[in-house]
Antibody, heavy 118, light 109 residues
Framework: EVQLVESGGGLVQPGRSLRLSCTAS????????MSWVRQAPGKGLEWVGF??????????EYAASVKGRFTISRDDSKSIAYLQMNSLKTEDTAVYYC?????????WGQGTLVTVSS | EIVLTQSPATLSLSPGERATLSCRAS??????LAWYQQKPGQAPRLLIY???NRATGIPARFSGSGSGTDFTLTISSLEPEDFAVYYC???????????FGPGTKVDIK
């Protein structure tokens, strides 16, 4: 059974950093691209970015709203994807979902809440 | 940048009725479009990929169509569990990849 479990969310002050982790199981992690999607309270889904598998260079792409502040990485030996978030803003407050990319986003984690507030 | 618009914003229907949801892209995404369903307090679920292919386990009452810039998700006969928010997502190579539409809420009339 495919499982994605996010961790690392919480309350953080504006301008600070936070790193989210996504621990995957039930599939060969290294074979898949992984992405992060967020959802602000009461709002729609926003694609944050993704990282390709090593077979496709392990390169990353980001939404304009987070480019230069957020970094996605992966550790295939541990089956973990990371989202490093720097210079956080109040508008980054959201539930952050880790997702698996294949034909589309076919698996989602349960999400972790990040609240940016002073 | 590709922008997706969804219409209507809210669709009020009764169980058993047919639901037709629209998603329009600001430029062609070929057939690289997916649909997701989200219920309150839950993560989204993949329904349709590549515009018209049902994901594993998705009932046949859900169907997708379209290509280029205009896409449709149809629910042939609404079941009580289908009342939810539906999002489209473009999956073409145009950056930024993975843009979502604003969603259509299907609620009970």
């Amino acid at each position: 059974e495919v499982q994605l479990v996010e961790s690392g969310g919480g309350l953080v002050q504006p301008g600070r950093s936070l790193r989210l982790s996504c621990t995957a199981s039930g599939f060969t992690f290294g074979d898949y691209a992984m992405s992060w999607v967020r959802q602000a309270p009461g709002k729609g889904l926003e694609w944050v970015g993704f990282i390709r598998s090593k077979a496709y260079g392990g390169t990353t792409e980001y939404a304009a709203s987070v480019k230069g502040r957020f970094t996605i990485s992966r550790d295939d030996s541990k089956s973990i994807a990371y989202l490093q978030m720097n210079s956080l803003k109040t508008e980054d407050t959201a539930v952050y979902y880790c997702t698996r990319e294949s034909i589309a986003v076919d698996y989602w984690g349960q999400g972790t809440l990040v609240t940016v507030s002073s | 940048e590709i922008v997706l618009t969804q219409s209507p914003a809210t669709l009020s229907l009764s169980p058993g009725e047919r639901a037709t949801l629209s998603c329009r892209a600001s430029q062609s995404v070929s057939s690289y479009l997916a649909w997701y369903q989200q219920k309150p307090g839950q993560a989204p679920r993949l329904l349709i990929y590549d515009a018209s292919n049902r994901a594993t386990g998705i009932p046949a009452r859900f169907s997708g169509s379209g290509s280029g810039t205009d896409f449709t998700l149809t629910i042939s006969s609404l079941e009580p569990e289908d009342f939810a928010v539906y999002y489209c997502q473009q999956r073409s190579n145009w950056p930024p990849r993975g843009t979502f539409g604003p969603g259509t809420k299907v609620d009970i009339k």
